[in-house]
């Protein structure tokens, strides 16, 4: 069973996960690359027997489960640091805290296509992907023992993507995550203050302002934040307020935010020849009541610095390129791209 452990001076929980089983000398490069060359692709189409059996496919009618076929096909994570487990413990260890890792970790394979880079996905497969999100959030929002989904995308190895095969991950668990917990902190503060939604604040504003707008349909705007962490750090949020991503058929179009989606990722691959990025979705925790104050949204964080020292030391970020200024490159490139596009 994976563990929670809790530091003990600052109290955040860190998951231990041994059963990826990596000794300490597999983190040597050489290593590192020679896995990566052995291994064949578990997420290509006649290789379903690599992987655990799917809990969901989209497929063309008629073909088996776990055999050739899909568009989409999810699949639990082989390496879960998180395990489903009725009697999940918690337990002193001398003076430290730990505890049963409870939680589900899964793969959303985006395409059969193993070489078709997510950004450059045709519009209905994005569509697909937005689809599978909602539909294994809403599985895993019904689980009592569960506190939050977050669903994620790696592109690129230097951003974590140890496969080359597109996939998003999804990590339903049994906490609130640290980080995310900081956003909901200052959600609750400002609804506390000013009796508004911070998230709906900031797009007036930002709209206000003009400047960092991106793009914008009739369900999304999309813009990179007045305090942006990194460089190209690109937001896309609904502008209708909604605390919860599984609420997304309700409260917004689907067709929407796949349409804002897939151009932001085609702007920065095209814009940024093909720049490595983390994309994820924050949504209110699955327990307590958050209606009024929080509002999902996605955030996409180009890898184009590395997190270094001073990052580390301080959670403190230094950004070297004005916000204002990548919003407007992106913004023309979405532009000049979606131009080209209705010409051809
Ligand atoms: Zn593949
Ligand atoms: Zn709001
Ligand atoms: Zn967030």
């Not at 300490?24 to 290593?31: K, L, N, V």
């Not at 568009?71 to 487990?85: C, D, G, H």
């Not at 909602?134 to 689980?143: I, L």
């Not at 093909?274 to 949504?283: A, E, K, T, V, W």
Request: aromatic share 10%; charged share 20%.
């Amino acid at each position: 069973m994976p563990q929670l452990r809790q530091d003990l001076i600052t109290g955040r929980w860190v998951a231990v996960a041994t059963e990826r089983a990596r000794r300490p000398d597999s983190f040597t490069q050489a290593a590192r690359e020679t896995v990566a060359a052995r291994d064949v692709c578990p997420f290509c189409p006649g290789h379903e027997e690599m992987t655990p059996p799917e809990v969901l496919a989209y497929r063309t009618t008629g073909t088996p489960a776990n055999a050739p076929g899909w568009s989409i096909r999810v699949v639990p994570n082989l390496y879960a640091a998180f395990k489903l487990s009725p009697e999940g413990q918690e337990r002193r260890d001398g003076g430290f805290w730990q505890r049963d890792a409870i939680g589900t970790c899964e793969v959303l394979i985006s395409s059969p296509d193993h070489r078709a880079p997510t950004p450059l996905l045709p519009r209905s497969q994005v569509e697909e992907i937005v689809q599978s999100y909602v539909d294994r959030y809403r599985v895993h929002q019904r689980n009592p023992v569960l506190e939050y989904v977050l669903i994620l995308y790696n592109h690129g190895r230097p951003a974590g993507a140890s496969l080359e095969h597109p996939h998003s991950q999804l990590y339903a668990i049994s906490l609130v995550p640290p980080n995310f917990h900081e956003e909901l902190a200052g959600a609750t503060r400002f609804q506390a203050e000013h009796g508004a939604c911070v998230f709906c604040r900031t797009i007036e504003e930002e709209t206000r302002a003009g400047v960092r707008i991106i793009m914008e349909n009739e369900g999304f705007v999309v813009f990179a934040p007045f305090a942006a962490r990194t460089p190209f750090e690109t937001w896309i949020v609904p502008k209708r307020h909604a605390a919860s991503f599984g609420d997304l058929d309700e409260q917004a179009d689907k067709g929407a935010f796949a349409e804002v989606l897939q151009a932001t990722l085609q702007g920065l691959y095209r814009g940024l020849n093909d720049p490595p990025f983390n994309y994820f979705i924050h949504s209110a925790p699955l327990k307590g009541d958050y209606a009024h104050e929080y509002h999902w949204h996605l955030e996409i964080i180009p890898k184009l610095s590395i997190a270094a020292g001073f990052e580390l030391g301080t959670g403190m970020w230094i950004n070297v390129v004005k916000p204002e200024d990548s919003a407007a490159f992106l913004r023309e490139r979405i532009e000049t791209l979606a131009r080209e596009g209705s010409a051809a």
